[in-house]
């Protein structure tokens, strides 16, 4: 009898936990590293990404190859000599949203939301705070947010061939339009 | 959790405690449990993975890899040629002659590419289209490629007075390109090739010559390769007086250019003239250093 009560107390947890978890596999995360030499941008639109709007959690997963840019040496280079992707294939970012306690995901609105996590790209972790927006609408969630990342950071070397291209800071932007997950 | 709580738990108010815990942990085990679903979901969508840059370029020296232009991009190689380094200081060691090839590659699609070529050795046109067949990818252990060229020597006619075809310095190459990267640095490559002759010039000599060609590379750095290729000519169908190909050089990549820097026996730049018409005995000095540069030029951006 207990047990069985055991099981139903588990079944309940569990049933909450997901009913508050949202997700995207087409998340979009594109950089741009601006230069007077040159500007270099690459878009992803395949990112994956989970929110659980109970804990005030994120996660995403970014697939290195699936950036991709205007120009095909580029994105050639940037697999096989900066983010080195055969070795490190993704990019993964798990955080908290540290300020969720006045964000209210029952309700429609707009909504400031603070956001610090663990960072690792090309094998490499790193703390990392940004400041995004989440907007709830009927449920659904969509988050936006910019921030920068030093490639030195992540061990991503630059030959000082092309030091004048590169910049050393990327800027980061995201967008991902959530979906409650069955 | 489960299972623990029930050895845990011969008594039954026990139990009932851990449930509550196990609810109250919930939290707790959160984040570690959204990180594993993302890890579910994103091994559930593993996709085909392509493997990518086999070689550095689409000329593994003389002859083609199974590398292509990307689509929409234009490659723009010029070739240098230069004489015999046996040739000795009064010729500085072969530089003073100097033969070159110019060329422009275009990627059609992801498969397909093609190009022409103008080369100062015979006064030479060349163009060739080449198709990728099959590429390696995490589900197929080789990549596949076919070479179709043609090449016309715009040379004048040797003997003007004789009736001549214009058909006669026409000459076509075939060849089937078989790759395997097989590490981050090093891949290799097999080029069964033929080349047909219009017009030879001794009654024996073959139309048809068969030649199987090897070559690979090997990764120094992230930017540095040795690459080294050799063309082997079946002894019943080469021309006389003719040697087989041997070229070692390296690759070396800066941002938009890649330098390609090696030495051969070969004085052609195109099928035709390195693989069936190669005079040097490599092994007897007879070398010739040679470079390339090649610079691409992004003409259509892909759709992002």
Redesign the interface.
């Known amino acids: 009898?207990?047990?069985s009560?055991?099981?139903l107390?588990?079944s309940?947890?569990i049933a909450?936990?997901s009913q508050t978890?949202q997700?995207t596999?087409s998340g979009q995360v594109s950089f741009f590293s601006k230069t007077p030499m040159e500007n270099i941008e690459a878009?992803n639109n395949e990112v994956?990404?989970?929110i659980?709007t109970?804990?005030g959690?994120i996660?995403?997963?970014i697939?290195i190859?699936s950036f991709?840019?205007?120009?095909?040496?580029m994105e050639?280079?940037f697999?096989?000599?900066y983010l080195e992707s055969?070795?490190f294939p993704?990019a993964?970012f798990?955080g908290?949203i540290t300020n969720s306690t006045k964000i209210d995901f029952t309700k429609n609105g707009t909504y400031e939301a603070a956001i610090e996590g663990d960072l690792t790209i090309h094998g490499i972790k790193q703390r990392q705070a940004a400041t995004g927006t989440l907007v709830v609408a009927n449920g659904k969630i969509s988050a936006s947010s910019i921030f920068t990342v030093k490639l030195a950071d992540y061990k991503v070397e630059i030959?000082s061939?092309?030091a004048e291209?590169i910049s050393k800071t990327v800027e980061i932007h995201v967008n991902c339009r959530y979906e409650p997950k069955s | 959790?489960?299972t623990v709580?029930?050895n845990l738990s011969p008594n039954?108010?026990r139990?009932?405690i851990?449930?509550?815990l196990?609810?109250l942990s919930?939290?707790a085990f959160?984040?570690d449990?959204?990180?594993k679903?993302?890890?579910d979901?994103?091994q559930e969508?593993r996709k085909k993975?392509f493997t990518?840059?086999t070689f550095k370029t689409t000329r593994l020296i003389n002859g083609h890899s199974v590398e292509n232009?990307?689509?929409?991009?234009l490659d723009f190689r010029i070739s240098h040629r230069f004489g015999f380094l046996s040739s000795g200081a009064y010729e500085l060691f072969g530089l003073d002659q100097a033969s070159m090839r110019m060329g422009f590659d275009y990627?059609l699609t992801k498969r397909w590419m093609i190009g022409v070529g103008r080369s100062t050795y015979q006064k030479q046109f060349d163009g060739f289209s080449k198709f990728k067949f099959l590429r390696q990818s995490n589900q197929m252990p080789v990549t596949l490629s076919a070479v179709g060229g043609i090449m016309y020597k715009s040379l004048k006619f040797d003997n003007p007075d004789q009736v001549n075809f214009l058909t006669s310095k026409l000459y076509y190459s075939g060849q089937i390109l078989l790759a395997r990267k097989f590490s981050?640095s090093f891949s290799l490559q097999l080029m069964p090739t033929m080349i047909h002759y219009n017009l030879v010039e001794g009654v024996n000599d073959p139309n048809d010559v068969f030649s199987v060609g090897a070559g690979g590379r090997m990764k120094l750095s992230?930017?540095v390769s040795i690459n080294a290729e050799y063309y082997y000519q079946l002894p019943d169908y080469k021309l006389p007086n003719t040697t087989n190909s041997v070229s070692i050089g390296f690759d070396i990549?800066?941002?938009?250019h890649v330098f390609q820097l090696y030495v051969t026996n070969s004085s052609g730049m195109t099928e035709r003239s390195f693989i069936a018409e190669t005079n040097g005995n490599f092994f007897k000095g007879d070398i010739r250093f040679g470079f390339t540069i090649s610079r691409?030029f992004?003409i259509v951006?892909?759709k992002?």
């Not at chain 1, 991709?68 to 040496?73: G, K, P, Q």
């Not at chain 2, 232009?69 to 991009?73: L, M, R, T």
């Not at chain 2, 990549?253 to 938009?256: L, P």
């Open positions: 009898m207990k047990r009560l055991f099981i107390l588990n309940l947890a909450g936990f978890v997700m596999r878009v994956t990404s989970l659980d109970g804990k959690e996660v995403f997963a697939l190859k991709h840019f205007d120009r095909a040496l050639e280079h697999n096989e000599n055969n070795k993704k993964t798990q908290k030959p061939l092309v291209k | 959790m489960l709580a029930m039954m108010n139990s009932f851990i449930a509550i196990v609810l919930a939290s959160a984040q449990d959204l990180m679903m993302l890890e979901e994103t969508v993975d990518t840059a232009v990307a689509p929409g991009v990627g981050e992230k930017r990549e800066t941002g938009g691409v992004t951006k892909p992002l």
